[in-house]
């Protein structure tokens, strides 16, 4: 993405009280998401986004107005997962910051290398 449109997307996301105006963006992918049914069942859905910035990797999951805010220094594991036979999936795993409970979150996502890498070189894992 240019220069110019990841300035205008961040402007959006500030304007929309989705990031801090002093965090710098450096992407964001439409994802797929696991959906926990009962105990470790879980099945893939369709329809979030991923927004990656300097700060926070921030997620929204299917159709709610809701995002979940994942500080980096929050981030206690990352790796790899398949969405069904594909090896796109992301799995972060990071203590939610309310209840202090550890939470896994997994999603698929185009270039997973590179936003693999951009969360490893801001958490240190």
């Known amino acids: 993405m240019s220069d110019q449109k990841l300035e205008k997307q961040?402007?959006?996301l500030v304007s929309r009280g989705v990031l801090?105006?002093?965090?710098?963006?450096?992407?964001?992918?439409?994802i797929n998401y696991t959906e926990k049914l009962i105990g470790k069942i879980e099945t893939w859905q369709q329809g979030?986004?991923?927004i990656f910035t300097d700060q926070q990797v921030i997620l929204s999951k299917g159709f709610s107005d809701g995002y979940i805010h994942i500080p980096y220094n929050c981030i206690k594991g990352l790796g790899k997962c398949n969405q069904g036979f594909f090896?796109?999936?992301?799995?972060i795993t990071y203590e939610n910051r309310e209840s202090g409970?550890?939470?896994t979150e997994k999603i698929s996502l185009g270039k997973r290398k590179k936003w693999l890498q951009i969360l490893s070189e801001n958490t240190g894992l």
């Open 10 to 12: 961040r402007q959006n």
């Open 20 to 30: 801090s105006p002093d965090e710098k963006l450096f992407g964001s992918s439409t």
């Open 48 to 50: 979030g986004v991923a």
């Open 87 to 91: 090896p796109i999936g992301l799995v």
């Open 101 to 103: 409970k550890m939470v």
